[in-house]
């Protein structure tokens, strides 16, 4: 099967940038959100990365007006889905919210549609099995910031056909993107490894062992890290990771228990950047 036309539902964090690597790989985007405001947000948020990056000479202006003129945000999800030949699902991290967009898309997309998740944790294999196509359903697992991390992890699910696993290899090396296949199973391998060490850092740091810019520099200058877990946290959502370390701590046991400095900073409204402020502040001063 032929991928030409993508939808990409959620354009928050990541699914702002998902939708910037199928534009790019030449697909014919759509993206939904949940309202025009949140559109917009995600169409801001697009416009910024990518006149960031035409500034830098990463890109010439002449790409950045290409990838706009490749997405299409002016539809309904229902008119989304009902022409394309892939979904990428990229809406909260909630599995009861995910497998409604799954329940939605199967049925209302042509039964070849392959329907994807860019779910950090959750089993792509349950979602698969709310649909018809448990076949064509597999995870995407795409890590920030998806316009620039080369690697995508496939995610496949028990019932994940070598016909929708290939197709979707082929599209996302037609977008420039290496892949890694691994088994659905909790936060699959990257995550399964990263997050319990983000996790950790907020213990470290709720014992005063060390201070946070000194844990992240440890890990940034020390361990060849692009940015210190801490920082990485607020980068994408601390509301985010207490999710994913809830999901493991409920799958896998105890030791992934969420830090109760992660919990607190989440029950203060301290989300990271997105909010303004995380283990970090944002906010420009007055
Ligand atoms: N943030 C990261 O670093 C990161 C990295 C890899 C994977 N992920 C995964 O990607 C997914 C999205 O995470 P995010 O950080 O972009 O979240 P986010 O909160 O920034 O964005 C989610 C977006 O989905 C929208 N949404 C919710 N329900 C919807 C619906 N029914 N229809 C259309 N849009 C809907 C929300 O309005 C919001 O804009 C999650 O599964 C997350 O685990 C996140």
């Known amino acids: 099967m032929k991928i030409k036309e993508v939808a990409v539902v959620g354009m928050g964090t990541m699914g702002s940038q998902i939708g910037i690597v199928c534009a790019r790989g030449g697909f014919k985007t759509r993206m939904v959100d949940v309202s025009p405001g949140l559109v917009e947000k995600g169409l801001n948020s697009m416009r910024s990365f990518l006149n960031n990056q035409a500034r830098k000479g990463k890109m010439t202006q002449e790409e950045v007006d290409t990838i706009f003129s490749t997405i299409d945000s002016t539809a309904t999800l229902d008119e989304v889905l009902s022409g394309v030949d892939l979904v990428i699902e990229a809406v909260y991290e909630d599995i009861e919210v995910k497998k409604e ?98 996790n950790e850092a907020f213990v470290v740091l709720e014992a005063s062992l060390a201070s946070a810019e000194e844990i992240d520099r440890s890990c940034v200058k020390g361990l060849g890290f692009p940015l210190g877990p801490l920082a990485a946290a607020d980068a994408f959502g601390l509301d985010i990771l207490l999710a994913c370390m809830r999901i493991f701590h409920r799958e896998l046991g105890e030791k992934y228990r969420p830090a109760s400095l992660l919990v607190k900073l989440v029950k203060a409204g301290r989300l990271g950047r997105k909010t303004g402020r995380g283990v970090y502040d944002y906010r420009t001063s007055p």
């Open 101 to 198: 967009i799954f329940r939605k898309a199967d049925s209302i997309c042509p039964k070849e549609t392959i329907l994807t998740s860019n779910t950090s944790t959750l089993s792509i294999t349950e979602m698969g099995a709310v649909t018809s196509r448990a076949e064509r359903c597999i995870g995407t697992h795409f890590l920030i910031p998806a316009a620039l991390t080369p690697l995508v992890e496939i995610v496949r699910g028990m019932e994940t056909s070598d016909e929708t696993h290939d197709t979707v290899i082929s599209f996302l090396t037609t977008c420039g993107k290496e892949t890694v296949t691994v088994v659905d199973s909790p936060g699959f391998v990257i995550n399964r490894l990263y997050l319990p060490m983000v």
